[in-house]
């Protein structure tokens, strides 16, 4: 439903608004003095109304009504033909003087008179339209004249010059429009009437009187608040009048205003592109401060711009294969705009344009997102949140989709690193143009990356920023100190050693952050290549190149296993050695497979038993304690270590043990690593102790603890698992004979305390494995030792997760500790006929 106004704009200099001098005749008073006319004249003016009334195609009702105003002296004929050849509707049919004269013989005489025409058109050099009419209508029948006072000449617009138009060079037209442009002026009896639809709308002119040498020259803006209108598509018209009747069409045309979601700052909302939809609309109001948008969990790739208050594209974004979209912009001077346009309370405003893109072009596909509107995010309790407050300290303040606030540590948020990160990276040999296979594949979460080239290579590197055009890239090359300054694309030729490239992506909002690559070509110059690196396969260089250069004291031993790759994983992918959790990773369990443990263990699909045996998939930082060498160590641990690692456990804070203590002492005794002791303990037993032989009272064994879940091999029955473990705290391996071996007892069995199944199952441990060989995590879930025993056999536990998860607890607690620069030693396995590719993991 449209809003009907009837006010005209408001004519105004840039200086500030000025009243209009004079109007155009359009009012008429109902005293006028008119006469009422004698029969012979009236016959006239009925025939004078009638024509003049088809020039705007008025209605039957609408002629009836002017002649009897007419024939009652309410208004006189000549008053009624001014008031129709100088109307809106008249002047915007484009009438030149030559039709208008043509126009006004016909009304008034019935017929065209060229003789006439000609001579209305000579007298309209020197006289108004409205002075015209006067004359004619006069000249046929004094007593149908005009009742007011002729203007004269009146102002005169001539020249007009359109600059932009009102509508917008997009699809759709949003914010307040503005046509531009420049016009002569004879006075300043200037006005405009604007039209949607035929209805008479808001709208604004001001002008600019540059009348230097008395020529009358000025620039004018036209402004339109499209918020005023409906959704849907629109008729639109703007037209410029003068005094002297005429009027010239500045701005028109067919515009569609989308129909707009409003969203708030600070608040996150739900949102789709419904199928068969190209596009969805947002407004919001960002007040007096900058605009942020960030759209997360997206179902399919989009492209998300970003107006301004009036409508004019501010940028685009889109960032195909993230889940995550950005929008920014600055703070609008609207007291700038006002002042422009003369529209007063103008908002800090932004329209927001979701469009389809790659994938998600297929319009009959729904597509979802959430959008957060707040400079920074967060994925916390399984929701995005807006951060709204932070207290500068430790504290922020996070806003849920209902609108609930939660004040939690900015370490726990689950803030999400977008600001100033990257979107894309493109490098490639600049001569061949073929890909640079950095390490690892480029993640926009991932901030450092190595590659080893091996001989001379020239490179090109381009980038964007996951903030689009908000956002500011800076590639800076550094060799030995010789630092170059690089353009996106840029051909560099690797010189021969370590070479540092660095992406700086400045945010929007000032703060920046650096994605790091660390090339090597050929030797370095601190002997690593060749004291470490030439001892492994080629494939290996680039990752261990990667963690060398972030941390230098590691030690990196090769472990040749003699074993063909696909022979060791066509092993640990049989017999359900490799287990994985239905209801953890359903896309991970291979199809039709059976429960091999309560409640949902399952085996895992060859993929997934790929990339976990690839020892190149966990070359970072985070990821390379799944080959850490397992003893104990003095000078790294400590009571302090094994409590980072058990904080929030069910081993934490406990009133009945000192668990942090226990689990130390053990690792000691043991010549074990304590951070491995109480890493096993969390993965076997459950963060929280779910498994009843953390508590020592599963039914029918109670009392009776394994916190290593020794012994507890999988069977089919439902919870076999755990009972086996209780057999075997009890009895060890002669469950059913009820005899303890010698070498059981040095294992502290029966474990009937939580102290005695620590230790002693720390004594088991190390005998069991780590003594034998298998004293990494790699090697204590893949049996491929070349010890001359049996492979895949001893294992210490079926999930494929195991090495992967409990290193990364190990990284987290070294992390917490500051411990993660000292001189640890790993032992990477070498398998032959190593796939060329890493693997993936499923969707």
């Not at 409205?130 to 209508?137: E, G, M, Q």
């Not at 005023?228 to 028109?252: F, K, M, N, Q, W």
Request: aromatic share 12%.
């Amino acid at each position: 439903m449209f809003i009907r106004r009837p006010e005209y704009f408001a004519v105004a200099a840039l200086g500030g608004v000025l009243a209009v001098a004079a109007s155009v005749i359009t009012a008429l008073s109902l005293d006028t003095g008119i006469g009422e006319p004698d029969r012979r004249s009236m016959k006239k003016a009925e025939d004078i109304v009638a024509r003049t009334a088809e020039l705007t195609s008025c209605s039957e009702e609408e002629i009836k009504i002017a002649r009897s105003r007419v024939e009652d002296g309410l208004v006189s004929c000549g008053d009624y033909v001014i008031s129709v050849m100088t109307s809106p509707e008249y002047l915007l049919q484009g009438v030149s003087d030559a039709r208008f004269a043509s126009d006004l013989c016909n009304v008034v005489y019935g017929e065209i008179r060229q003789d006439e025409v000609e001579h209305i058109i000579e007298d309209l050099k020197d006289h108004s339209r409205i002075d015209a009419i006067d004359k004619v209508v006069s000249s046929e029948d004094k007593d149908l004249r005009a009742s007011g006072k002729s203007p004269g000449r009146g102002s005169v617009i001539s020249n007009v010059s359109l600059e932009s138009t009102i509508d917008s060079p997009e699809q759709y037209t949003v914010g307040i429009r503005e046509a531009t442009g420049t016009y002569t002026a004879t006075g300043d009896e200037v006005r405009t009437d604007f039209f949607v639809d035929g209805s008479l709308y808001y709208g604004y002119l001001k002008f600019s009187d540059n009348n230097s040498g008395g020529n009358g020259y000025r620039e004018f803006v036209l402004s339109w608040d499209t918020a005023d209108c409906a959704p849907g598509r629109h008729e639109v018209y703007a037209l410029l009048r003068s005094s002297d009747g005429r009027g010239t069409v500045i701005s028109g045309g067919e515009i569609t205003i989308p129909d707009r979601i409003t969203i708030t700052p600070g608040s996150v909302a739900q949102s789709d592109l419904p199928g068969g939809q190209a596009t969805a609309w947002y407004m919001i109001d960002c007040g007096d401060d900058n605009c942020y948008i960030n759209f997360a969990g997206l179902s399919d790739d989009i492209r998300v711009s970003l107006y301004d208050l009036k409508g004019d594209l501010i940028g685009t974004n889109e960032n195909p294969g993230i889940p995550y979209a950005m929008l920014r912009g600055r703070k609008q001077d609207t007291q700038s705009v006002a002042e422009e346009t003369g529209i007063s309370g103008v908002s800090n405003c932004y329209y927001i344009c979701v469009s389809r893109t790659g994938s998600g072009s297929d319009i009959d596909k729904d597509i979802f997102y959430t959008m957060i509107q707040s400079r920074e995010c967060a994925y916390f309790d399984g929701s995005y949140m807006a951060v709204t407050g932070d207290d500068g300290k430790d504290k922020v303040k996070l806003t849920d989709l209902g609108k609930n606030t939660y004040e939690v540590d900015r370490k726990k948020a689950g803030i999400i690193p977008i600001n100033g990160a990257l979107s894309g990276l493109y490098l490639a040999d600049s001569v061949s143009g073929d890909p640079v296979n950095i390490y690892p594949d480029f993640d926009f979460l991932t901030r450092d990356y190595a590659y080893y080239a091996g001989k001379s290579k020239s490179i090109a590197l381009r980038s964007t920023a996951l903030e689009g055009f908000s956002a500011d890239i800076t590639i800076t090359a550094d060799s030995y100190g010789n630092e170059i300054n690089l353009e996106q694309g840029q051909i560099f030729d690797l010189p021969q050693g370590e070479t540092l490239i660095t992406c700086t992506v400045t945010s929007f909002d000032g703060t920046s952050d650096s994605y790091r690559f660390y090339f090597l070509n050929g030797e370095d110059s601190g002997g690593f290549y060749g004291n470490t690196l030439s001892k492994f396969p080629e494939s290996y260089y680039s990752g261990l190149w990667l963690v060398h250069s972030l941390k230098p004291n590691y030690v990196f031993t090769p472990y040749y296993t003699n074993l063909s790759f696909d022979t060791a994983l066509a092993a640990e992918d049989s017999k359900g050695r490799s287990l994985i959790q239905n209801s953890t990773d359903p896309s991970y369990v291979k199809p039709n497979s059976q429960v091999y443990d309560k409640p949902d263990w399952m085996a895992a699909k060859t993929e997934v038993v790929s990339y976990y045996m690839d020892p190149r998939n966990f070359f970072t930082p985070q990821k390379i304690f799944s080959f850490e060498l397992l003893g104990f160590d003095p000078k790294v641990h400590t009571v302090e270590g094994v409590k980072e690692i058990i904080r929030g456990s069910f081993m934490d804070n406990s009133d009945e043990y000192d668990f942090a203590r226990i689990i130390y002492e053990a690792g000691e005794n043991a010549g074990v690593s304590p951070y491995f002791l109480a890493s096993r303990i969390i993965q076997e037993m459950g963060y929280s102790g779910e498994s009843a032989l953390s508590r020592g009272d599963l039914t029918g064994w109670e009392g009776y603890y394994n916190y290593y879940n020794i012994g507890a091999y999988a069977t089919t029955e439902p919870g076999g698992a755990v009972i086996n473990g209780a057999k075997y705290a009890q009895w060890g391996r002669d469950w059913e004979g009820q005899a303890i071996t010698e070498t059981e007892a040095s294992y502290l069995l029966p474990w009937t305390s939580v102290e005695k199944a620590i230790k002693g199952g720390a004594v088991w441990i190390a005998s069991g494995y780590i003594d034998r060989g298998q004293n990494t995590l790699y090697f204590q879930k893949f049996d491929v030792l070349d010890d001359g025993t049996e492979k895949y056999n001893h294992q210490y536990a079926q999930n494929i997760q195991m090495a992967y998860s409990e290193g990364m607890r190990y990284y987290r607690s070294y992390d917490s500790i500051g411990m993660t620069d000292a001189g640890f030693e790993f032992i990477i396995p070498v398998y032959n006929n190593m796939p060329e590719s890493y693997g993936s993991l499923p969707e």
